[in-house]
């Protein structure tokens, strides 16, 4: 019989407040003594594809609460299905796990580390006379099972006899039968309220090589036998499950109990769920596949992956999950506030820039040819600390071609002809006139004249300006791709529709090939994160390389979001966003 693994003690330290019942439960056995006092979570990913951010609220929850209470969180890949399994998986769901910001107890730890051990569970079972050998095909245990009405049948195989089913278990093995020929049964009660317990099949003859184990095995443990006796032979101490597994408890239960195997308590809490955002495996496999995002790591992807590409940071995905909580029942997580927490950390930490997405070219007639001014410019009014930075000014700049109106519509307080405005961090300029393409009648480039006495501040006559824009030294702007990244489906609930890609909208990826950006951003590196004045937040895309800048945008500046609850709430005296 295996023991169970140790682990460290306990440190001394108080039992921290309950927040939710999890923790209050897991509170209420430290105080009783339950377990000796340990805490011991672990987090069992499927190495069948990347994790997303539906696992985050998990990896949150479990690592979360061993940190609390002082104990420790194992990381255990449930490899039991040859088939769907890669080493890429394992890599990559590591990488997003210390990404978040958190990390595992000792090794990466793998159900096929106790392939052994299981092999034995089963054997001892079989000779309690509480397994058995069933040749009934997959389609034939469905309908022998019954359903939440009718009682099942039993098998005609599930009376044979212990060395009977030995030597069909010994064979199995061995790979002596074809996949589906046979399985390995619990022997429970055919009539159970609980489906789970009508004699659930503990392995099936896969004949498939494992990413680990090679071809040394034949057969496989199903999830729900591998997992309780895993926590077991770890000595995990609160395993702490999804919702859907609330059902499965009992078998969880009854495995511990046949085996007579320290015994964990399973706790459930409700999945997450997000608008505008579906989380099965199988339809993000249909996404990548399909062709309609350009891979795993697609920035409008849900995966951590995807988010971190996008430029999420781990801290506001963490205070995310920490606003929408731990309940018992499911509910629909409003992306809104996922964004919220995105801008509330971005704002704090992302240094301000200048880019120009759709650049309208613009003289200053009365500014000397030649000149060029070094302008400071704040890198964030948030963080005094970060200082300024130099910002070229000369004769011709960019602005947005969405800050000049020929004919401005009512409310419209940015350039049109002979309006003044300012320049972030420069002067006012008014616009004297405009220049046209002959052919079309588009706006090409506009004349403008500065106010020199302006500089960096308001005019000494008083006068007002009822707009300040931003804009970039056309002789010193980098050329940058800029892509704009939206939500990926058009309605809240993508699932709502017969299939969900008829859901998806159309138009979720813009392209600016030719945008234009600061010179400070000449060797910003992968990954890093920038607010551009007034147009939103951005990272840098992997695909940037020497010569070439490619940003994402992560999220707008403007947030339409409105808390369900006190706890999402955001601070009452909200940071800027210049």
């Known amino acids: 019989m295996a023991q169970t693994e140790p682990t460290p003690p306990t440190p001394a330290a108080p039992v921290p407040t309950p927040t939710d019942f999890i923790r209050a439960a897991v509170a209420e056995d430290t105080a009783n003594g339950r377990f000796g006092g340990r805490v011991v979570t672990r987090f069992p990913p499927e190495p069948n594809g990347y994790l997303h951010i539906g696992h985050a609220k998990a990896i949150c929850i479990d690592f979360g609460v061993a940190e609390e209470f002082g104990g420790c969180c194992n990381l255990r890949f449930d490899d039991t299905n040859p088939v769907k399994e890669e080493t890429e998986y394992v890599d990559g769901i590591q990488a997003d ?195 309609h995002v350009r891979g795993w790591d697609d920035p409008r992807m849900p995966t951590l992956g995807g988010l971190r590409r996008r430029g999420y940071t781990p801290e506001a995905i963490r205070e995310f999950i920490r606003r929408v909580g731990v309940s018992k029942s499911d509910s629909m997580a409003e992306i809104e506030l996922l964004e919220a927490c995105l801008r509330e950390d971005l704002n704090r930490r992302a240094p301000r820039v200048m880019g120009v997405l759709r650049p309208l070219r613009v003289v200053i007639e009365n500014y000397p040819e030649g000149q060029v001014e070094a302008l ?77 006495a302006t500089r960096g501040g308001d005019a000494p006559d008083g006068r007002k300006v009822k707009a300040t824009i931003h804009w970039l030294s056309a002789a010193h702007a980098l050329p940058a791709e800029v892509r704009l990244y939206d939500r990926l489906f058009q309605d809240p609930d993508p699932e709502a529709r017969s299939d969900f890609v008829a859901n998806l909208k159309p138009d979720s990826l813009e392209v600016i090939e030719r945008a234009w950006v600061e010179p400070s951003l000449a060797e910003a590196a992968p990954g890093a994160r920038y607010q551009f004045e007034r147009q939103g937040y951005f990272c840098v895309d992997p695909d940037s390389g020497p010569g070439r800048l490619v940003f994402n945008r992560t999220v707008t500046l403007k947030s339409d979001y409105r808390p369900e609850s006190p706890s999402q709430s955001l601070p009452t005296n909200p940071v800027s966003r210049s």
């Open 376 to 452: 400071p410019a704040v890198n964030n009014p948030e963080d005094p600390s970060a200082g300024t930075r130099p910002l070229p000014f000369s004769r011709v700049l960019y602005i947005d071609q969405d800050d000049f109106r020929e004919a401005p519509p009512p409310k419209y307080f940015r350039l049109a002809p002979g309006r003044e405005v300012r320049l972030r961090y420069a002067y006012f300029v008014k616009c004297v006139g405009v220049v046209k393409d002959p052919a079309t009648g588009a706006v090409t480039e506009l004349r403008c004249a500065y106010d020199p």
């Open 97 to 291: 796990i210390r990404w978040l910001g958190f990390e595992w107890h000792g090794p990466a730890r793998y159900a096929s580390d106790y392939f052994e051990q299981l092999y034995q569970y089963a054997l001892q079972l079989i000779r309690q006379g509480q397994a058995y050998v069933d040749d009934l095909s997959a389609d034939e245990i469905r309908a022998y099972r019954g359903t939440l009405t009718e009682p099942g049948r039993e098998s005609p195989h599930r009376g044979r006899s212990v060395e009977e089913n030995l030597d069909l278990f010994a064979r199995m093995r061995a790979g002596e039968f074809a996949e589906g020929a046979r399985t390995l049964r619990a022997k429970i009660d055919m009539a159970a309220g609980n489906i789970n317990l009508r004699d659930p099949v503990m392995y099936r003859i896969l004949h498939a090589e494992h990413h680990r184990t090679g071809t040394a095995w034949r057969i496989y443990p199903m999830y729900d036998f591998a997992h309780g006796q895993s926590d077991s032979i770890e000595g995990v101490t609160h395993s702490l499950c999804s919702l859907e597994y609330e059902d499965h408890r009992p078998l969880y239960d009854w495995f511990l109990e046949a085996l007579g195997i320290f015994h964990p308590r399973q706790i459930e809490f409700a999945r997450l769920n997000l608008t505008y955002t579906v989380m099965s495996k199988r339809k993000l496999l249909r996404l990548v596949n399909d062709g």
